[in-house]
DNA sequence: ATATATAAAAGTATGGGTTACTTTTAATGA
DNA sequence: TCATTAAAAGTAACCCATACTTTTATATAT
């Protein structure tokens, strides 16, 4: 910025939104909170909060999801800021929208709900306020574009998991039937993959091995 | 944003930057301003402004643009947001970067400079303030992608072109050289230029036809 | 013990699209 | 008329996604 003093100029509440991806019982999962204040109490929001003065807003993005997942080390990709002026009823906030992919266990299923927080599926979500749902719609188009480069199994997956499960996070994600040759081709072309010893006998007779992420090599193929 | 009040929080400037690109004798060129004040007087930055409060901050961009260039319709995209908190050492500025292309004519040249800009090749950019090189690596970044996927020819090209001049126009965006005869055989597989009668005989015996995009063809595809 | 059922896992065939390269064409001017 | 130039068209090889088929391993039923 250059043209004018920085004196003189309005200044805005800034805030960051956060839609939060888990995946369970199959299915795309969105975190949603029940407002609990007027206005537009009672309707469900994205995870949010405010933006202090000293830190940036994937800073402050991180402590918000912190503070409700116990997590640390949370996959979080900035989507875009919204800031329309009238965007928000209760007065003029800029609002910088992330997501984030988490998974989904017993102890995170507890905090969320003391939070008040819920897990809905992304295909049957309730009406959102504000602009939330052009925020959910960006974020799930991000998800779906970094999930055709990368495999976002290791945010959203246990630490083990079939080939079949992983296929089944990406049918969920992109609302699809992959085939099952076809992609299991594909993923372990990608070579981050390693196949271990076990298997998992629940679903199938034969039994389908479980895999897990190789931190080295998805380390080299990051970039 | 729902968890706390919007009462006794921090406000901050918030601005936006943006890359401007243009295309002239054979470059990709970026706009750029030498800064007239403190702090890092004489260095160079991208084109900013302020948000106002009457404005989102497309609105804005699309404000300081039209002020710049005389243009209406610019091509305008959200990049992404900057919001350290000591990013500009004038105090706390939360910026919205954005990305712009533009067509440079002799017109454009002169408005740019009135106002102290210059066209600078991306090749060899001086040195930019604060975040900015980082503000203009990730718009040409997103701007690689855009032209991935759509031709950019009709926001950075006079309004009749040849085949080979859009494949400078490429050559130079991705700072690679592509091959004539697969170029022209990819291009026109999108189906949205038109060729002209015309031809351009200044580079070559033969001559090579002029094309032009064709609107109605053109926005069909966009979707 | 043998057969059956199940889904994983491996294999195959096709077509579209990219890439590297070659040939032809049109116009100029020596 | 012929050499020159770059546009324009053509060709062959290869990669990769897709649709589909076959084989394999093992728990359960007979």
């Given at each position: 910025?250059i ?5 003189n100029?309005e ?11 888990g ?9 949603l909170?029940q407002?609990?204040?007027?206005p ?5 929001s994205?995870i949010?909060g ?13 402590r918000?999801?912190?503070h ?5 080390d949370?996959?979080?990709e900035?989507?875009?800021t ?7 009823p209760?007065?003029?906030v800029?609002?910088?929208v ?6 989904i ?8 709900s003391?939070?008040?927080a ?8 309730p009406t ?13 188009e991000?998800?779906r574009?970094?999930a ?11 630490e083990t ?11 969920s994600?992109?609302?699809k039937d ?5 992609f299991?081709?594909?993923?372990l072309?990608f ?17 389908a091995?479980?895999y897990k992420?190789?931190?080295q090599?998805l ?5």
């Amino acid at each position: 910025m250059i043209l004018e003093s920085y004196n003189n100029q309005e200044k805005y509440l800034v805030s960051i939104d956060c839609a939060i991806f888990g995946y369970h019982e199959g299915e795309l999962k969105l975190l949603l909170f029940q407002r609990e204040k007027e206005p537009e109490k009672g309707k469900w929001s994205l995870i949010g909060g405010w933006v202090n003065p000293d830190e940036s807003a994937e800073e402050a993005a991180t402590r918000v999801l912190q503070h409700l997942t116990g997590l640390h080390d949370i996959f979080l990709e900035q989507v875009s800021t919204f800031s329309k002026p009238n965007r928000d009823p209760g007065g003029r906030v800029i609002s910088v929208v992330f997501y984030a992919l988490i998974v989904i266990d017993s102890e995170r299923m507890k905090l969320s709900s003391e939070f008040g927080a819920e897990w809905w599926p992304v295909k049957s979500l309730p009406t959102l306020i504000f602009d939330h749902q052009q925020m959910f719609e960006m974020s799930l188009e991000r998800l779906r574009q970094k999930a055709n480069y990368h495999l976002v199994g290791r945010e959203l997956l246990p630490e083990t998991f079939t080939i079949t499960q992983l296929r089944n996070l990406y049918n969920s994600i992109f609302s699809k039937d992959f085939d099952p040759g076809n992609f299991r081709k594909k993923v372990l072309s990608f070579g981050v993959l390693d196949r271990l010893d076990t298997k998992d006998t629940s679903v199938s007779k034969k039994g389908a091995f479980y895999y897990k992420f190789n931190e080295q090599k998805l380390n080299e193929s990051e970039n």
